[in-house]
């Protein structure tokens, strides 16, 4: 009898706690001062005019002068390449305290990042929420010492997270390993004909994944990449790959992008075709902007470094023409950082200052775009009635200037707080 009473009272329907966030300038697409938020639970319940909610009983937090965005969404991270538990922890940390509610892992050892993801949803850690992917590449990239480092215990192209593809490959087995992972999306990366990755995208989404690919994979040209229907394509700068007179033949052996071979000037028109077409299945782009100009400033200060396939420059002018275009653009940003800020802050900060996004369409590339990289635009990317309560409380207008995302004072997330000035960048999650 005792042991039924206990099992009764775990299975019991959780106390409905609501709390009024009230009096904010809410940005959400647009600025509507005097906005209210009712939350019960993990859930918005409301949004509506200040004093036109009813919330009695509610728990009320007065945010007047305070503006609120949805929660920030990295489209594009790696928490274990190699596994470091120690450095996810912070990198983890450091986002939500920092404004950041969900990211998107794009392929790691996903033994260590589904037991990240088992932690943050139980609420072990202070974690956004993590969407991640399962690596399919051909068979020579395998010789790749990033897949050695997250495929442990696993002959290279074996593992269910990082499969070898060729002719002889049963796709239908290889996307059900690879859903057996957990993974949201099958991650197309490189050294596949157009034919098989065409046919992966196809399998993939009869059984109801995603799939994530580079924009050129090698010695596939972006054009066939976007001809295979992926749901999303990741660096804006490998699309200029299109425009190069002959394609690399591999992941390994490719070269930088030859800028000489698009317009001296202006939109190129080999770009707008591709974004034509991309606009046209609804592809969105995760442009990994900042990524490409941190590598040339870390190389004018130590000219040793090996130099990256793409400047800062075409990067930036190549988001530029494809938001004109009307490609919806995700902020990933393919980086991390030390110190108190997510790296998604200098991404936005690339996305307006370098590419000539406005500042609300750099928050619509970190909120709802991300969401939808992520497949979840149902439940997070925006405050609305039904989704997740995941919004971030800030002291100053990121439509004045976009830096302002730095302004926390609190990260909302299903619901619980986590005011700014709990963190500290030393601190260590177990």
Request: aromatic share 6%; with cysteine; proline share 6%.
């Given at each position: 009898?005792?042991?039924?009473?206990i099992?009764?009272l775990?299975?019991?329907?959780?106390?409905?706690a609501?709390t009024?966030?009230?009096?904010?300038?809410?940005?959400?697409?647009?600025?509507?001062?005097?906005t209210d938020?009712?939350?019960?639970?993990e859930?918005?319940?409301?949004?509506g005019?200040r004093?036109s909610?009813?919330?009695e009983?509610?728990?009320?937090?007065?945010l007047?002068?305070?503006?609120?965005?949805?929660?920030?969404i990295?489209?594009?991270?790696?928490?274990?390449?190699?596994p470091?538990?120690s450095?996810a922890?912070k990198d983890?940390?450091?986002?939500?305290?920092?404004?950041?509610?969900?990211?998107?892992?794009m392929?790691d050892?996903?033994?260590?990042v589904?037991?990240l993801?088992?932690e943050?949803?139980?609420?072990?850690?202070?974690?956004p929420?993590?969407?991640f992917?399962?690596?399919?590449a051909?068979p020579?990239f395998?010789?790749d010492?990033?897949?050695?480092?997250?495929?442990?215990?696993?002959?290279?192209?074996?593992?269910?997270?990082?499969?070898?593809?060729?002719?002889?490959?049963?796709l239908r087995?290889a996307?059900?390993?690879?859903?057996?992972?957990?993974?949201a999306?099958?991650?197309?990366y490189?050294d596949l004909p157009?034919?098989l990755?065409?046919?992966?995208?196809?399998?993939?989404h009869?059984?109801?994944?995603?799939?994530?690919?580079?924009?050129?994979i090698?010695?596939t040209?972006?054009?066939?990449?976007?001809?295979?229907?992926?749901?999303a394509?990741?660096?804006?700068?490998?699309?200029?790959?299109?425009?190069?007179?002959?394609?690399?033949?591999a992941?390994?052996?490719?070269?930088?992008?030859?800028?000489e071979?698009?317009?001296a000037?202006?939109?190129?028109?080999?770009?707008?075709?591709?974004?034509?077409?991309m606009?046209r299945?609804?592809?969105l782009?995760?442009?990994?902007?900042?990524?490409?100009?941190?590598?040339?400033?870390?190389?004018?200060k130590?000219?040793?470094?090996?130099?990256?396939?793409c400047?800062g420059g075409?990067?930036?002018?190549l988001i530029?023409q494809?938001?004109?275009?009307?490609i919806?653009?995700s902020?990933g940003?393919?980086?991390?950082v030390?110190?108190?800020?997510?790296?998604?802050?200098?991404?936005?900060?690339?996305l307006?200052?370098r590419?000539g996004?406005?500042?609300?369409?750099?928050l619509r590339?970190?909120?709802?775009?991300?969401?939808?990289?992520?497949?979840?635009e149902k439940?997070?990317?925006?405050?609305e009635?039904?989704?997740?309560a995941d919004?971030?409380?800030l002291t100053?207008?990121p439509l004045?200037?976009?830096?302002n995302?730095?302004?926390v004072e609190?990260?909302?997330?299903?619901?619980?707080e986590?005011?700014r000035?709990d963190y500290q960048?030393?601190?260590d999650q177990?």
């Amino acid at each position: 009898m005792i042991r039924f009473l206990i099992a009764a009272l775990l299975l019991a329907e959780p106390v409905q706690a609501e709390t009024l966030y009230t009096d904010a300038t809410l940005i959400d697409g647009t600025a509507r001062p005097h906005t209210d938020i009712l939350v019960r639970n993990e859930r918005i319940l409301a949004v509506g005019v200040r004093g036109s909610l009813k919330a009695e009983g509610a728990r009320v937090v007065g945010l007047s002068g305070r503006f609120v965005i949805p929660g920030l969404i990295d489209s594009h991270v790696h928490l274990a390449t190699p596994p470091d538990r120690s450095q996810a922890l912070k990198d983890l940390r450091r986002n939500l305290y920092g404004g950041v509610t969900a990211v998107r892992d794009m392929a790691d050892d996903l033994r260590a990042v589904a037991e990240l993801v088992r932690e943050a949803e139980a609420g072990e850690i202070a974690s956004p929420d993590i969407a991640f992917a399962a690596l399919m590449a051909g068979p020579d990239f395998f010789a790749d010492p990033r897949v050695l480092s997250v495929s442990k215990g696993w002959a290279p192209g074996t593992a269910p997270w990082m499969q070898a593809i060729d002719g002889r490959t049963d796709l239908r087995l290889a996307v059900a390993r690879a859903r057996g992972t957990g993974a949201a999306a099958i991650k197309i990366y490189a050294d596949l004909p157009a034919r098989l990755i065409k046919a992966i995208t196809k399998e993939a989404h009869r059984q109801g994944m995603l799939v994530w690919t580079h924009s050129a994979i090698f010695p596939t040209r972006p054009a066939d990449v976007i001809a295979a229907g992926p749901d999303a394509v990741s660096h804006a700068c490998y699309l200029a790959y299109q425009a190069d007179p002959s394609m690399p033949p591999a992941y390994e052996d490719r070269t930088p992008v030859h800028e000489e071979h698009l317009a001296a000037s202006g939109d190129d028109p080999v770009m707008a075709r591709l974004f034509v077409e991309m606009k046209r299945r609804g592809i969105l782009l995760d442009a990994t902007g900042a990524i490409f100009e941190r590598a040339e400033q870390a190389r004018a200060k130590d000219p040793k470094l090996r130099p990256m396939r793409c400047t800062g420059g075409l990067t930036a002018r190549l988001i530029g023409q494809a938001y004109r275009a009307g490609i919806t653009i995700s902020a990933g940003t393919d980086f991390t950082v030390d110190g108190a800020w997510p790296a998604l802050d200098d991404e936005l900060v690339f996305l307006v200052e370098r590419a000539g996004l406005p500042p609300v369409e750099a928050l619509r590339a970190a909120t709802i775009n991300g969401a939808r990289a992520m497949g979840r635009e149902k439940d997070m990317g925006s405050i609305e009635a039904g989704k997740l309560a995941d919004f971030v409380v800030l002291t100053r207008d990121p439509l004045a200037d976009i830096a302002n995302v730095r302004s926390v004072e609190m990260t909302v997330k299903h619901g619980r707080e986590y005011p700014r000035a709990d963190y500290q960048p030393g601190d260590d999650q177990k």
